[in-house]
């Protein structure tokens, strides 16, 4: 899995460059489902790669969906720069966990039973998502992300009205992650939390830029929780 920070501009026209792509599923079918998580890949990687995340956390009655980036990147610069240097990519981005949600929604899961999952640069976008659009979800993971901007805005910025209600959040990072600052994981933990959401936060010392098994294990209680409720 690759960074969400620096990296070469893609080169994406139009002001939905991701609308056109994929969703990619695994799991129970969604139309038997009882519930959903909404996977987002990072930084040239893809869909199907971050799907196969499914076979470490799967449950039974659980579909997993995973919305495409155009060019395996749904940004082009670091999640740090000015938010207009990283559009359309970024709002395009958005609108595809957006319409993931809403196929869930569609065979008849609700957003509290959705958990939205990213890792590096679709955990950027996933945390964005969710404090933009706060309601009650199944669920946030952010692995190795954080929340969009060179300087984040208080919680009343991202959402006029509505709460997370108390939805459980886990930030996963590495303190020595080199594309995510420690410090912007605890700023979007503060935001989260200002928007009633119930967060978890873990640093790991020395792990770098990865996934390891502890966070794996959280994940998998998460998915659990969705279905045993």
Do not use: K
């Not at 659009?133 to 991202?158: C, F, H, K, Q, V």
């Amino acid at each position: 899995m690759s960074p969400p920070g620096r990296g070469p501009n893609t080169g994406h026209q139009g002001d939905d460059p991701h609308g056109d792509q994929p969703l990619v599923t695994a799991g129970t079918e969604l139309e038997d489902a009882e519930a959903a998580v909404v996977l987002v890949h990072g930084r040239g990687a893809t869909a199907r790669g971050i799907v196969g995340m499914a076979d470490e956390i799967h449950r039974e009655g659980v579909a997993f969906l995973a919305p495409q980036a155009a060019g395996n990147t749904w940004y082009p610069n670091s999640f740090l720069a000015p938010v207009e240097r990283n559009e359309p990519g970024r709002t395009s981005g958005l609108n595809a966990i957006e319409d993931a949600i809403g196929e869930a929604a569609d065979a008849g899961v609700p957003a509290e039973r959705v958990l939205v999952l990213g890792f590096s640069q679709g955990a950027c976008l996933a945390s964005e998502f969710v404090a933009r659009n706060p309601r009650r979800y199944g669920g946030l993971t952010a692995l190795s992300g954080g929340l969009i901007g060179e300087e984040l805005d208080g919680p009343g910025a991202y959402a006029s009205e509505g709460t997370l209600e108390g939805t459980p959040a886990f930030l996963g990072c590495s303190d020595s992650d080199p594309h995510i600052p420690e410090e912007r994981v605890h700023e979007t933990a503060a935001v989260l939390e200002e928007l009633d959401a119930d967060v978890t936060t873990r640093i790991y010392e020395g792990m770098g830029h990865g996934v390891n098994r502890d966070e794996l294990a959280h994940v998998s209680e998460l998915v659990a929780d969705l279905v045993e409720r």
